[in-house]
């Protein structure tokens, strides 16, 4: 059986964490340090949308935390900007950047990229990867990822603005689209659904009420390179923030946020995609569950 059975633990995960990826936007000012002299305020504003998408984004107690949250500040900080975060859903956001609104979009799928019309300008290198999975009940009767195509007639739901949910809207998969990751979970755990389409880091944080067993199918459906973008408008600061990038993926800056998130480094986690070892993350789930709770 090549599915990773998972009893998920019962950690209360505050709904407030995950209710931003509604159409409602809220604007988080960073608390990253203050500039040379002693004032955030004297610093410009960087405003950037995200959306909940544990472990790389999301809120604990009204504060932004997570892999991108990190890498923003960090990055921010050395521009000599303060950031500003707004938690949107992700079509919202795709709107907002298109119409240069938000100067910083971090979650950005080569298929946005490819749309008529496009105004984004990805920023490289890419500094995270989606992986989508199909989860299911425990007691379900698939094993292992049998492939969209074999799940004519089948009930899946996503998130709205989902890339393959996009690609693949004609392959006789009942669709069922959502706004918010935790809706997600509860159409699956109430069986309103056959499956969950849903990135593998990002599913794992989830809890229900009370604890479920559930099973995520693996290989993933695909490995997608995720981009932070801009509008081309923009191009000074995608220059800069490239630079950045580039700067913590050498240094190893980068692999320290992925270590503190997920418990493995980035390179590390490359690694395993590149191997298919992609149930073989150790520690991983120990780690997002001693950060739920804190």
């Given at each position: ?54 472990p790389?984004s ?12 990190d ?30 609104r938000i ?14 019309g ?36 089948q ?51 989830l809890s ?7 099973e ?29 990038l ?12 992925y ?36």
């Amino acid at each position: 059986m090549t599915a990773i059975s998972i009893q998920i633990a019962r950690v209360l995960i505050a709904v407030s964490i995950l209710s931003g990826c509604s159409d409602s936007e809220e604007h988080i000012t960073s608390d990253s340090p203050p500039s040379a002299d002693g004032s955030i305020n004297s610093r410009p504003t960087l405003d950037v949308c995200i959306t909940p998408w544990m472990p790389f984004s999301y809120r604990i107690a009204e504060k932004p935390s997570g892999v991108m949250v990190d890498l923003v500040n960090d990055i921010s900080l050395a521009l000599g900007y303060q950031p500003r975060f707004h938690f949107m859903a992700l079509q919202r956001c795709y709107a907002e950047a298109q119409q240069n609104r938000i100067q910083l979009n971090i979650y950005t799928s080569p298929l946005a990229m490819s749309r008529p019309g496009n105004q984004l300008r990805a920023i490289e290198p890419s500094v995270q990867n989606q992986m989508p999975v199909l989860v299911v009940n425990s007691d379900s009767p698939l094993d292992d990822n049998p492939g969209l195509e074999q799940l004519t007639g089948q009930r899946i739901a996503g998130l709205r603005g989902n890339s393959i949910m996009i690609r693949q809207r004609d392959i006789g998969v009942e669709w069922v689209f959502a706004n918010q990751l935790d809706y997600l979970w509860q159409l699956l755990v109430s069986r309103r659904v056959d499956a969950v389409l849903g990135d593998y880091h990002s599913q794992v944080m989830l809890s229900p009420e009370q604890s479920q067993a559930v099973e995520f199918l693996l290989p993933p459906i695909h490995i997608e390179p995720i981009y932070w973008s801009t509008h081309q408008d923009n191009a000074d600061l995608a220059e800069q923030i490239s630079a950045e990038l580039s700067r913590r993926l050498d240094n190893g800056v980068l692999d320290y946020y992925y270590q503190q998130h997920l418990g493995v480094t980035l390179s590390q986690l490359k690694s395993m995609i590149r191997s298919n070892h992609y149930s073989n993350i150790p520690g991983l789930l120990d780690a997002l569950s001693r950060e739920s709770t804190e």
